[in-house]
């Protein structure tokens, strides 16, 4: 294979997203919520995968909203516990989730530097389908579903070790 | 209930029976893998039956969980293909290609209806139908070109499943209302495309597009083949034997 550059294209979802984060009044409170990871991906913060969408005062309250994954994910009940949890433990009081379905969440949405986490963990990132164990690319799609929505299962044919890929949605 | 609520819990509906029924693989499967397949697109199914059941129930104030485990059979308004019995892995994985491509188009023209919500849901629906269709024409490929058994029971599956596909382009008086209003999608406009990929892909598979003489109807309607019954009896009864119970 011709060695390429990437050409890193950032969604414009990413890019709303960055922007709400650094011009908040409430940027201590998105760094209080870096804290809430994923709970099946603990090197991956909710910031990191795309979920928090912003957080803001109103009010008494603390208003954080998230975009969820999957549909059926499991993980979205329990991050919204840890998120009350962590403002809670932040000293907020009064916390309110929201939910915000569109635009409908992207795997695009995640940062080079999560994905290269990812990749440390394990977890082969979106397109990005080298063997995490011994960076071959003989691979193949044992099947589209893994071990949770979120994830495919591959094997490396080179090193014939089993691995997940998160996958693009 | 307002029309967009009556629309959104049949829907809900659809994918709440289909879940279930997906829901019932799970330990049964051919394979690990498949396993895992069937039991995360069920886990799709319950997703997206929880976010339409309870945006219809916000139009009465029911919670999304009255609606599923409250209602009796002929309240339930879901297409009768997703309540038929899971049968062998073939009729499990046909159906499924059927609806795949189905709810491709569906999801596709209902993230551009009025109804804000209705579209935000169906745009992620449709992310996951995506993939489900990927693995469900794999399958039918699988199974149809592999060997003389597996094209059998594929061949079996689709002939008993094609009456019950009429219903996927039948429009009643509520959805019309609703397509004439940018809400709902006008699913008469989705089975010239639906026939012809559908037929492509049984053909190269090596099937026959059955040629069936009678079509079934009334899931709409809330009349139902024999088997919702059952499948609510295993579904409700829980909150039946234990009313308001929760984690
Ligand atoms: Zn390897």
């Known amino acids: ?169 | 209930m307002s029309d967009i609520g009556l629309y959104a819990r049949r829907l809900g509906d659809d994918a709440l029976i289909l879940g279930q029924r997906l829901c019932e693989w799970c330990s049964n499967a051919p394979v690990l893998e498949e396993d895992l397949a069937l039991a995360n697109t069920a886990l799709d199914y319950l997703g997206r039956a929880r976010l339409l059941l309870s945006y219809a129930g916000s139009f009465d104030g029911k919670s999304e969980d009255e609606l599923a485990y409250l209602r009796g059979e002929r309240e339930f308004e879901n297409l009768l293909l997703m309540e038929l019995p899971n049968g062998d892995f073939a009729f499990s994985m046909a159906r499924q290609y059927l609806l795949d491509v189905y709810e491709g188009g569906f999801f596709a023209a209902l993230a551009q209806s009025s109804d804000e919500q209705l579209a935000a849901i169906a745009g992620k629906a449709a992310k996951e139908v995506a993939y489900h269709l990927r693995r469900s024409a794999e399958w039918l490929r699988r199974l149809g070109l592999g060997t003389d058994e597996s094209n059998a029971r594929t061949q079996a599956a689709l002939d008993e499943l094609w009456g019950y596909t009429a219903e996927l382009f039948e429009m009643d008086a509520l959805e019309e209302r609703l397509a004439a209003a940018g809400v709902a999608v006008d699913r008469r406009a989705l089975e010239a495309d639906w026939r012809a990929q559908v037929t492509r892909a049984i053909t190269e598979a090596g099937l026959q597009v059955p040629e069936t003489a009678w079509s079934v109807r009334g899931g709409r309607e809330g009349v139902h083949t024999e088997y919702l019954g059952h499948l609510l009896s295993e579904l409700q009864y829980l909150q039946r034997a234990h009313p308001g119970l929760s984690w």
Do not use: N
């Not at chain 1, 090197?43 to 795309?50: C, E, F, R």
């Not at chain 1, 999957?70 to 840890?82: F, L, T």
């Not at chain 1, 949405?109 to 164990?133: F, K």
């Not at chain 1, 071959?136 to 495919?152: H, I, L, M, N």
């Open chain 1, 1 to 169: 294979m011709v060695a390429h550059d990437v050409i890193e294209l950032v969604p414009q979802a990413r890019v709303d997203m960055r922007r709400r984060r650094s011009s908040s009044p409430c940027a201590d409170l998105f760094d209080v919520l870096d804290a809430v990871r994923d709970p099946e991906i603990p090197v991956l913060s909710i910031w990191d995968l795309g979920i928090l969408q912003d957080v803001r005062r109103d009010a008494d309250a603390v208003v954080v909203t998230i975009t969820p994954t999957y549909s059926g994910c499991p993980a979205m009940q329990q991050i919204e516990s840890d998120i009350i949890d962590a403002l809670h433990q932040a000293g907020e009081t009064q916390v309110l989730v929201e939910r915000q379905l569109a635009p409908a969440w992207s795997s695009d949405w995640m940062d080079a530097d999560a994905r290269r986490r990812l990749r440390e963990y394990g977890i082969a990132p979106l397109y990005d389908l080298r063997c995490p164990q011994c960076g071959s690319d003989e691979v193949e799609r044992v099947s589209e579903f893994g071990s949770t929505a979120c994830k495919a299962l591959y094997r490396c044919l080179a090193c014939r070790e089993p691995f997940d890929q998160f996958k693009r949605i």
